[in-house]
C-alpha cells in the first residue's frame, strides 16, 4: 500500500493558529456554529500548510482536538473531568496536566470523535496525498485518569480503554479510513521499566480489526508536551520486543537524539517498514534541505529506500506554525533531492 519509496509523512499534530489558541481561551463566548466554523477553518489551514510543503502523507494536524467538549476524555462516560494538577507554576512539564478522576464504568457511546475528523479530513483535502488519521492508544489515555477502586492500577485502566479504541479503529477502517497511525507513545517513555512483551501483546489487541484492512503504523517517541521528554531516550529496552508489533510501519525519532540508535532501522527494515524523526521538532534550527539529504542518504546505509518513509521526530504541535512551516518544506526538498540523484 505504500505510494512510493522515501516517502514524506507526518506524525499526526500541527500547530494551531494563533487565533484558533485565542479562541480556545475564550470558547464561551462562541456559538455551537462558530465552533464548527472555527474547527474547519483550521484544518484547512493545516491541510494547506501541509500540501504546500510537498508531503507524500498529510493529516487534519489534529486541529479539534481542543481541551473542552472535543477532548478524548470528553468522550468518555465515567469520569469526572480535570481534577487539579499537582504543580502549577515553575518550568513547564507533564506533571502540570491534570488528571481525570473515574467515577464510573468506562465507555465511549459515542465514539472517540476520530471518525468525524477522518470524514472532515476527507472533505477538505485535495488530490493528491494520501490522508492519514491518528488514534491514541489504551496505555496512553490511561495515563491522564486517576486509578481507584474500580481501576486499581495502570494496566486495568487500559484494559477498560483498550475495547473503546478497538472500536473507533473499526469504525474508521469501516468509514473508508486507509492510513491510520495509533500513537502509543508511553509505551516507549516506560518500556524500560516494563515488560515490552506485554506492551505488544496490549497493542496487538488493540488493533486487531484494522490490521491487514488499512496501511497501520505506529509512533514510538519519548514525550513532547511543552518540548520536554519523559523517559530515557533508548530504543534498546524496546526491541526486539516491538518487533512484533503487527503494524505495517514503525516510526522513530532520530533527529533530537543526533541519529544515536540509527543501527535499529535496520532490523526494522527487515520486518516492517520504518518511518524515521530527521526533523527535530524540539529545536528552532531549521534543518537545511542539504541536512535533510544526508541524514536520509545516512539512513539508506542501514535500510533499503523502498522500506523506508521520513518524517519528523514526532507531532508538530509543539512548535511554532512559522518554523513547522519551514522544517517541513524543506523535508521535503531534502528528500527529492536524494531520491533525483539515486534515480527514484
Given at each position: 500500500?505504500?505510494?512510493?519509496?522515501?516517502?514524506?509523512t507526518?506524525?499526526?499534530?500541527?500547530?494551531f493558529?494563533?487565533?484558533l489558541?485565542f479562541?480556545?481561551q475564550?470558547?464561551?463566548?462562541?456559538?455551537?456554529?462558530?465552533?464548527?466554523?472555527?474547527?474547519?477553518?483550521?484544518?484547512?489551514?493545516?491541510?494547506?500548510?501541509?500540501?504546500?510543503?510537498?508531503?507524500?502523507?498529510?493529516?487534519d494536524?489534529?486541529?479539534?482536538?481542543?481541551?473542552?467538549?472535543?477532548?478524548?476524555?470528553?468522550?468518555?462516560?465515567?469520569l469526572?473531568?480535570?481534577?487539579?494538577?499537582?504543580?502549577r507554576?515553575?518550568?513547564?512539564?507533564?506533571?502540570?496536566?491534570?488528571?481525570?478522576?473515574?467515577?464510573?464504568?468506562?465507555?465511549?457511546?459515542?465514539?472517540?470523535?476520530?471518525?468525524?475528523?477522518?470524514?472532515?479530513?476527507?472533505?477538505l483535502?485535495?488530490?493528491?496525498?494520501?490522508l492519514?488519521?491518528?488514534?491514541?492508544?489504551?496505555?496512553?489515555?490511561?495515563?491522564?485518569?486517576?486509578?481507584?477502586?474500580?481501576?486499581?492500577?495502570?494496566?486495568?485502566?487500559?484494559?477498560?480503554?483498550?475495547?473503546?479504541?478497538?472500536?473507533?479503529?473499526?469504525?474508521?477502517?469501516?468509514?473508508?479510513?486507509?492510513e491510520?497511525?495509533?500513537?502509543?507513545?508511553?509505551?516507549?517513555?516506560?518500556?524500560?521499566?516494563?515488560?515490552?512483551?506485554?506492551?505488544?501483546d496490549?497493542?496487538?489487541?488493540?488493533?486487531?480489526?484494522?490490521?491487514?484492512?488499512?496501511?497501520?503504523?505506529?509512533h514510538?517517541?519519548?514525550?513532547?508536551?511543552?518540548?520536554?521528554?519523559?523517559?530515557?531516550?533508548?530504543?534498546?529496552?524496546?526491541f526486539?520486543?516491538?518487533?512484533d508489533?503487527?503494524?505495517?510501519?514503525?516510526?522513530?525519532?532520530?533527529?533530537s537524539r543526533?541519529?544515536?540508535?540509527?543501527?535499529?532501522?535496520?532490523?526494522?527494515?527487515?520486518?516492517?517498514?520504518?518511518?524515521?524523526g530527521?526533523?527535530?521538532?524540539?529545536?528552532?534550527?531549521?534543518?537545511?534541505?542539504?541536512?535533510?539529504?544526508?541524514?536520509?542518504?545516512l539512513?539508506?546505509?542501514?535500510?533499503?529506500?523502498?522500506?523506508?518513509?521520513?518524517?519528523?521526530?514526532?507531532g508538530?504541535?509543539?512548535t511554532?506554525?512559522?518554523?513547522?512551516?519551514?522544517?517541513?518544506?524543506n523535508?521535503?526538498?531534502?528528500?527529492?533531492?536524494?531520491?533525483?540523484?539515486?534515480?527514484?
Amino acid at each position: 500500500m505504500k505510494e512510493r519509496p522515501l516517502r514524506t509523512t507526518v506524525i499526526g499534530s500541527y500547530p494551531f493558529p494563533g487565533w484558533l489558541e485565542f479562541a480556545v481561551q475564550h470558547l464561551s463566548q462562541f456559538g455551537e456554529a462558530d465552533r464548527s466554523e472555527l474547527q474547519e477553518d483550521a484544518v484547512i489551514a493545516a491541510v494547506h500548510d501541509q500540501v504546500a510543503a510537498g508531503l507524500d502523507v498529510i493529516t487534519d494536524g489534529e486541529q479539534t482536538r481542543l481541551d473542552f467538549n472535543l477532548s478524548f476524555y470528553g468522550f468518555l462516560a465515567g469520569l469526572e473531568l480535570e481534577a487539579a494538577p499537582p504543580r502549577r507554576f515553575g518550568p513547564p512539564a507533564h506533571d502540570q496536566r491534570g488528571k481525570h478522576a473515574v467515577i464510573g464504568e468506562l465507555s465511549a457511546p459515542r465514539g472517540l470523535g476520530v471518525v468525524d475528523e477522518w470524514q472532515r479530513l476527507k472533505r477538505l483535502a485535495p488530490e493528491g496525498p494520501a490522508l492519514k488519521a491518528s488514534v491514541p492508544g489504551p496505555y496512553t489515555l490511561s495515563g491522564r485518569l486517576l486509578t481507584g477502586a474500580r481501576y486499581p492500577d495502570r494496566y486495568a485502566l487500559t484494559e477498560a480503554l483498550l475495547p473503546i479504541v478497538r472500536a473507533e479503529l473499526e469504525a474508521l477502517v469501516a468509514a473508508g479510513c486507509r492510513e491510520i497511525t495509533v500513537d502509543e507513545p508511553s509505551m516507549s517513555c516506560y518500556a524500560h521499566r516494563e515488560d515490552p512483551a506485554r506492551f505488544v501483546d496490549i497493542f496487538n489487541r488493540t488493533v486487531e480489526p484494522a490490521a491487514g484492512r488499512c496501511r497501520l503504523s505506529t509512533h514510538l517517541c519519548f514525550g513532547n508536551y511543552k518540548g520536554r521528554a519523559v523517559g530515557p531516550r533508548r530504543y534498546a529496552p524496546m526491541f526486539p520486543a516491538f518487533l512484533d508489533m503487527n503494524v505495517d510501519e514503525i516510526h522513530v525519532e532520530m533527529a533530537s537524539r543526533e541519529f544515536a540508535e540509527i543501527e535499529i532501522i535496520g532490523p526494522i527494515a527487515e520486518r516492517r517498514e520504518v518511518a524515521v524523526g530527521i526533523i527535530d521538532v524540539k529545536s528552532y534550527y531549521i534543518e537545511t534541505p542539504e541536512d535533510v539529504a544526508e541524514r536520509v542518504r545516512l539512513c539508506l546505509r542501514h535500510a533499503p529506500a523502498d522500506r523506508l518513509s521520513f518524517a519528523p521526530d514526532c507531532g508538530l504541535s509543539q512548535t511554532a506554525r512559522w518554523a513547522a512551516k519551514m522544517k517541513l518544506k524543506n523535508l521535503v526538498a531534502g528528500v527529492q533531492k536524494v531520491r533525483e540523484e539515486s534515480g527514484l
